[in-house]
């Protein structure tokens, strides 16, 4: 029950979606934990429940709502307790969410904490004015996410981001070098820089800089290690960007480039802004610019209308790239969207889990046979964890390592020979004795 003395009072987070939801929710616990209160272990154990929803895809709105109706007994059970739903779930208007769930107390669109913050004020009778004014994460992870630009400007006919997010605003880059320096300082090694379409930044700030300026500022940062971003649009991926990143030593050679669909007629009516061909064209001039890049991209299946020779020509985009990452996902569609408004989705379930397929089968293949050259290289690896006894990180190229040593290695850079590989994942062994630092 939440009373005038704050120490004993918990909060758990449940997240759902996208790294701009993972980094919604680290800022929000930093600002619950500057109010005093601790994280719960789980739902049950705290007396402020907060669910980050995504709705881009059926399947996870879905999950939402599951673990909102189970919410409800715990709601019951303790009147006093708090629950928030934030997030993509949450329009302009929650009349019907309120309907929907009577028993949320707060209802929050992405990155407006206010709501929850003023009830806790009035809960805890304490005055929460300037909590929200620094949400970099109290406890950070060696590799941490970084919001710079939120909301998205494109309206794919596709996609409920722009509707739920809002339109494109950028911080100042000022502001996040300030809080890539507080981030270091707290024990982060490496940082991604975030945004629905992260390669726009700066086109709404006076002086209009970019994200090659931006990458130029980050870099500068004493103890900073490595530097990514996501997630890119072809439209903005500009050729003073790829050369930043061929140029700035911290900055990861690994670009998501999402292409979402090979043939031009659907890319038209997606309203994507660019044709195959122009894709195809930009990868060229990146891999020309950047040798060792690793390529990441996201692909739509079954929108509608795609014939199976336009998915063909999707399976072909992927098979001639050979990217090293393809997340592929069933085409939903969402209320709200161009595409739920104007278009009837009218491919099979059957159909689209068999375009799935198909493109999952190719990409382990395409994957398994780039990943086996690399046995024998040495790679630099930050360390970022454990998993079942072994350390694992990350290469530069984004390639999941593992490996055994007695040390502790949390946060070191290390050189690993890659002894033995396959399509998710390398596994390898430190070079010498102790753990040496690794340099680009």
């Given at each position: 029950?939440?009373?005038?003395?704050?120490?004993?009072?918990?909060?758990?987070?449940?997240?759902?979606?996208c790294?701009?939801?993972?980094a919604?929710?680290?800022r929000?616990?930093?600002?619950?934990?500057?109010?005093?209160?601790?994280?719960?272990?789980?739902?049950?154990?705290?007396?402020?429940?907060?669910?980050?929803?995504?709705?881009v895809?059926?399947?996870?709105?879905?999950?939402?709502?599951?673990?909102?109706?189970?919410?409800?007994?715990?709601k019951?059970?303790?009147?006093?307790r708090?629950?928030?739903?934030?997030?993509?779930?949450?329009?302009p208007?929650?009349?019907?969410?309120?309907?929907?769930?009577?028993?949320?107390?707060?209802?929050?669109?992405?990155q407006q904490?206010?709501?929850?913050?003023?009830?806790?004020?009035?809960?805890?009778?304490?005055?929460?004015?300037?909590?929200?004014?620094?949400l970099?994460?109290?406890?950070?992870?060696?590799s941490?996410?970084?919001?710079?630009?939120?909301?998205?400007?494109?309206?794919?006919?596709?996609?409920?981001?722009?509707?739920?997010r809002?339109?494109?605003?950028?911080?100042?880059i000022?502001d996040?070098?300030r809080?890539?320096?507080?981030?270091?300082?707290?024990?982060?090694?490496?940082?991604?820089?975030?945004?629905?379409?992260?390669?726009?930044?700066?086109?709404d700030?006076?002086?209009?800089?970019?994200?090659?300026?931006?990458?130029?500022?980050?870099?500068?940062?004493?103890?900073?290690?490595r530097?990514r971003?996501?997630?890119?649009?072809?439209?903005?991926?500009?050729?003073?960007?790829?050369?930043?990143?061929?140029d700035?030593?911290?900055?990861?050679?690994?670009?998501?480039l999402?292409?979402?669909?090979?043939?031009?007629?659907?890319?038209?009516?997606?309203?994507?802004?660019?044709?195959?061909?122009?894709?195809?064209?930009?990868?060229?001039?990146i891999?020309?610019?950047?040798?060792?890049?690793?390529?990441?991209?996201?692909?739509?299946?079954?929108?509608?209308?795609?014939?199976?020779v336009?998915?063909?020509?999707?399976?072909?985009?992927?098979?001639?790239?050979?990217?090293?990452?393809?997340?592929?996902?069933?085409?939903?569609?969402?209320?709200?969207?161009?595409?739920?408004?104007?278009?009837?989705?009218?491919?099979?379930?059957?159909?689209?889990?068999?375009?799935v397929?198909?493109?999952?089968?190719?990409?382990?293949?395409?994957?398994?046979n780039?990943?086996a050259e690399?046995?024998?290289?040495?790679?630099?690896?930050?360390?970022?964890?454990?998993?079942?006894?072994?350390?694992?990180?990350?290469?530069?190229?984004?390639?999941?390592?593992f490996?055994s040593?007695?040390?502790?290695?949390l946060?070191?850079?290390?050189?690993?020979?890659?002894?033995?590989?396959?399509?998710?994942?390398?596994?390898?062994v430190?070079?010498?004795?102790?753990?040496?630092?690794?340099?680009?």
């Amino acid at each position: 029950m939440l009373e005038d003395q704050v120490d004993s009072h918990r909060y758990y987070i449940w997240t759902i979606g996208c790294q701009m939801n993972k980094a919604d929710s680290e800022r929000l616990s930093s600002a619950l934990e500057g109010l005093g209160l601790e994280e719960a272990a789980a739902p049950g154990e705290a007396d402020v429940i907060v669910l980050n929803s995504c709705v881009v895809r059926q399947s996870a709105e879905d999950k939402v709502v599951g673990m909102m109706t189970s919410l409800k007994p715990l709601k019951q059970g303790n009147p006093q307790r708090i629950v928030a739903l934030m997030g993509c779930m949450v329009g302009p208007k929650s009349g019907d969410l309120q309907k929907r769930f009577p028993y949320v107390d707060v209802f929050m669109r992405p990155q407006q904490y206010e709501p929850l913050i003023d009830l806790l004020g009035e809960r805890l009778g304490i005055d929460v004015e300037g909590c929200l004014s620094n949400l970099a994460p109290v406890k950070p992870q060696i590799s941490t996410y970084l919001p710079i630009i939120h909301g998205c400007d494109e309206f794919c006919s596709f996609c409920i981001i722009p509707y739920r997010r809002g339109r494109q605003v950028s911080r100042s880059i000022e502001d996040i070098v300030r809080e890539v320096d507080l981030l270091v300082h707290r024990g982060v090694k490496e940082i991604t820089l975030l945004g629905q379409t992260v390669d726009a930044y700066g086109q709404d700030l006076p002086d209009k800089p970019d994200l090659a300026d931006l990458l130029t500022e980050v870099h500068s940062v004493e103890g900073l290690r490595r530097i990514r971003f996501l997630t890119s649009h072809p439209k903005y991926m500009s050729d003073r960007i790829i050369k930043a990143v061929g140029d700035l030593p911290k900055v990861c050679e690994h670009i998501n480039l999402p292409f979402q669909a090979g043939d031009d007629e659907i890319l038209q009516i997606m309203r994507r802004g660019y044709t195959s061909d122009d894709y195809r064209r930009l990868v060229d001039r990146i891999r020309a610019t950047v040798p060792d890049v690793s390529m990441g991209t996201d692909v739509i299946v079954g929108f509608p209308g795609e014939t199976d020779v336009q998915f063909q020509a999707s399976l072909n985009l992927i098979r001639d790239i050979k990217f090293d990452k393809v997340h592929v996902a069933a085409y939903s569609t969402r209320p709200g969207t161009i595409a739920h408004r104007k278009m009837k989705d009218d491919i099979p379930s059957e159909d689209k889990k068999a375009r799935v397929q198909a493109i999952e089968q190719l990409q382990e293949s395409t994957v398994t046979n780039t990943n086996a050259e690399l046995a024998g290289q040495v790679m630099d690896v930050l360390v970022e964890g454990r998993n079942r006894g072994q350390w694992q990180g990350r290469t530069r190229s984004n390639k999941l390592v593992f490996f055994s040593h007695e040390a502790d290695a949390l946060g070191e850079l290390v050189d690993v020979r890659i002894e033995k590989t396959g399509p998710w994942s390398l596994q390898g062994v430190v070079l010498e004795k102790g753990l040496s630092v690794a340099t680009r």
